[in-house]
Every structure is written in structure tokens, then in C-alpha cells.
């Protein structure tokens, strides 16, 4: 595995895992602001760092476990985005997955909705 990919994983998990530890719930869900922040900065560049280890210009493998603590990683901030709307998840969705939804949606916020179902559509 190339040492730029590891040095982005392992941000990325530590990332996580310091929302995690931060994470106050609303008291008045959805906090939709807060929710989008944890797609945005967390989960989607996850998913986007997948994306380009795979497809992009710098194609890499990635170790058992920098795979594993990428996706640990997205997954808790699936957790958080559908605390903050209420919710309580423990999402155990493979980043392939979510990499073909953000692909598909071009969206991160929709691809949470489609994996986590949160927010339910109206």
C-alpha cells in the first residue's frame, strides 16, 4: 500500500473516532447542519479517498487493514449523520458500495439517505 493512502486512513480514523468521542445528540433533532458536516468531512472523504485508491490517477491496494479502518471510519459517521437526526444506527455498509451510490447520486447526502435510510422521504 502507498504511504499517502495510509497517512489518509489513519486521519481519517482518528477523525472519526474524535467525533465519535465529541458527539453531543441534539436535543431537538434533526440538526440537519451538523449532520450534513459529518457526510461532508467525514463519510464523503472516505468514500472519496476509496474512490481514487480505485479509479483514480494514483490507483492502490489497500492493506486488510487500512480497508477495514476506512470503512469503520465511514460507517461511524453514517452513525453520526442519523444521530442527528434522532436516529440511533449502527450502519454496516461496505465502501464499495457507498463508493457506487456517491458515484451514482453525486451526492453524499443522498447517498446517506439511500444506505442509512435517514431521513425518510416524505
Known amino acids: 500500500m502507498e504511504e499517502w493512502v495510509a497517512r489518509e486512513v489513519e486521519a481519517l480514523a482518528s477523525r472519526a473516532e474524535a467525533d465519535r ?21 467525514g463519510a464523503g ?7 481514487e485508491g480505485r479509479t483514480g490517477g494514483r490507483y492502490t491496494e489497500f492493506s ?25 444506527t449502527d450502519p454496516d ?11 451514482e447520486t453525486e451526492n453524499v447526502h443522498d447517498t446517506a439517505r439511500i444506505l442509512t435510510g435517514v431521513p425518510e422521504r416524505a
Open 21 to 41: 468521542e465529541a458527539f453531543v445528540p441534539p436535543e431537538e433533532p434533526p440538526a440537519v447542519g451538523k449532520a450534513l458536516t459529518y457526510l461532508r468531512e
Open 45 to 51: 472523504q472516505a468514500i472519496w479517498l476509496y474512490v
Open 64 to 88: 486488510p487493514e487500512a480497508f477495514s479502518r476506512l470503512e469503520d471510519a465511514m460507517n461511524e459517521w453514517f452513525s453520526l449523520y442519523t444521530a442527528c437526526y434522532g436516529v440511533e
Open 93 to 103: 455498509v461496505s465502501i464499495r458500495t457507498a463508493a457506487e451510490a456517491l458515484i
